[in-house]
């Protein structure tokens, strides 16, 4: 297995990762709002896919988002702790 990420259903709800399919290699874990999805992969970078009003939009964030180590999620938003502890929101 490469780890890579299969997703169906309503692309409204995070069912079509094809924008970021390339990115979804080495995915070491996945979280979930109602709507989006973001995954860590092994470089430890994070890569979301979805609604972007729930999450599904990591933009304004990305270059924050290095070595992260965990992500957890709300029903609308995700958090990002990194290797120096901090968290990214």
């Given at each position: 297995a490469?780890?890579?990420v299969?997703?169906?259903?309503?692309?409204?709800?995070g069912g079509?990762?094809?924008a970021?399919q390339?990115?979804?290699i080495?995915v070491?874990?996945?979280?979930?709002t109602?709507r989006a999805?973001?995954?860590?992969v092994?470089?430890?970078?994070?890569?979301?896919?979805g609604?972007p009003?729930m999450?599904g939009?990591c933009?304004?964030?990305?270059?924050?988002?290095?070595n992260?180590?965990q992500?957890?999620?709300?029903?609308?938003?995700f958090?990002?702790?990194?290797?120096?502890?901090?968290?990214?929101?």
């Open positions: 490469d780890g890579s299969v997703a169906w259903g309503s692309p409204l709800m079509d990762c094809s970021v390339n990115q979804l080495n070491q874990q996945l979280q979930a109602g999805f973001v995954a860590i092994a470089d430890g970078s994070v890569v979301a896919w609604s009003l999450g939009d933009s304004a964030v990305q270059n924050q988002l290095i992260v180590q992500l957890q999620a709300t029903g609308r938003a958090v990002a702790i990194v290797a120096d502890g901090s968290v990214v929101a």
